[in-house]
């Protein structure tokens, strides 16, 4: 991607915008996104509904948006369900999030990661090449991760030219993810336009990711487990400021580019635990001390890139983006979210996921 030549002249208008994974953390954030910035779009959320999808994340969007919002279940590797409903719905842009994501369960069982994340990708672009023919008033947005450039030292940035170097089967199949978006936009010229993202955090997040995790366990006086040192080095990115980043560049992205998108917020996974843990500290405290006693050190993940970091100059240059929230304001709007939602958690909690370790058999 990047052939200036065939830049897009023009912003996208999008009318109806099918959103695969919408059930999902960033989706279901997305969703309800779109809906509420602009009162002229329809989104169709389309969600096979796996361990990770959840429609109570959506809690409320059809009452209050009616007929601009419309659920269908399905899988995004069934080539006829996803051409038709880009055709009999009329969606003229497709913002694919639908993905496997979590690296420790890639490590126990990576060819659900190929089939989704690989297979899943290539089935949607022939899909909608198939629906769209030569349109050019269309767009496929790719959400994918800064994980796809491996692991950096102390210094450095990554950029929209670093070298892809993935370290595990979730960062590897999102990898090639993103090479098909290229193909089909160099080959096929179908309009398209890529983000890799740092880690998101915020609202609906399932509980197998480190922050909800952390709430979820400290509120139960479970241990806090700490991959390896807890020096792993992470952007954190709020997930309304990646909603808002995502909207920006269907609308206004070049076609054919990549842009990369984080939230300048640097932090190892220890100082983010005992940041949390003195929120709690605050405004809930326990009777026999600190939360932050329940910390516990475990082995470290296989693989485990040691520091992640976003240059985002490229999307604040070019589109006006920029993060709103910085990690200590997201992070207490988080806390008092889960705090405020512990009906959501105790759904999540009543499924087969306990909060236990994965990726213990790489």
């Known amino acids: 991607m990047g052939d200036q030549s065939r830049a897009q002249p023009l912003p996208h208008a999008p ?7 919408g059930a999902g953390f960033i989706g279901s954030n997305l969703v309800r996104h779109l809906l509420a910035a602009d009162a002229q779009v329809r989104v169709v959320n389309f969600d096979a509904l796996t361990y990770a999808g959840n429609l109570g994340n959506l809690t409320g969007v059809a009452e209050r948006y009616g007929e601009r919002y419309r659920f269908i279940a399905g899988d995004i590797c069934d080539a006829a369900l996803t051409e038709r409903t880009l055709r009999e719905c009329g969606c003229d842009t497709l913002i ?17 990661f190929v ?7 290539a089935t949607l672009l022939a899909a909608a090449r198939a629906a769209w023919g030569k349109r050019r008033d269309v767009r496929f947005h790719h959400v994918s991760t800064d994980e796809v450039y491996g692991s950096l030292g102390a210094t450095g940035l990554f950029q929209e030219s670093t070298a892809y170097d993935p370290s595990s089967p979730y960062s590897a199949s999102k990898a090639g993810s993103d090479h098909l978006v290229r193909a089909w936009n160099r080959s096929y010229g179908l309009p398209s336009t890529i983000t890799n993202c740092s880690n998101n955090y915020g609202p609906y997040q399932f509980p197998e990711k480190l922050l909800p995790l952390m709430i979820n366990n400290a509120l139960a006086g479970k241990p806090l487990p700490i991959y390896g040192d807890g020096k792993n080095i992470r952007d954190w990115l709020y997930v309304e400021d990646h909603c808002r980043a995502i909207d920006a560049v269907v609308r206004h992205g070049r076609d054919g580019e990549t842009y990369n998108v984080g939230g300048g917020n640097e ?3 220890i100082d983010i635990v005992h940041a949390l843990c003195d929120i709690l500290d605050a405004i809930r405290p326990r009777r026999d001390g600190s939360y932050r006693r329940l910390i516990t050190f475990v082995p470290d993940r296989p693989g485990h890139d040691r520091r992640y970091a976003i240059d985002s100059g490229k999307i604040t240059h070019e589109l006006d983006w920029r993060p709103l929230d910085s990690f200590t304001t997201g992070l207490r709007k988080t806390v008092d979210w889960y705090l405020a939602n512990d009906a959501w958690m105790a ?16």
Do not use: C, F, K, Q
């Open 267 to 269: 932090w190892a996974n």
């Open 96 to 112: 694919h999030l639908a993905a496997e994501s979590h690296v420790d369960r890639s490590l126990d069982g990576p060819m659900a």
């Open 15 to 21: 009318r109806t915008i099918l959103v695969t994974g």
């Open 347 to 362: 759904e999540i909690r009543s499924g087969r996921y306990r909060g236990e370790r994965l990726g213990l058999n790489a």
């Open 115 to 121: 089939r989704t994340n690989v297979v899943g990708t």
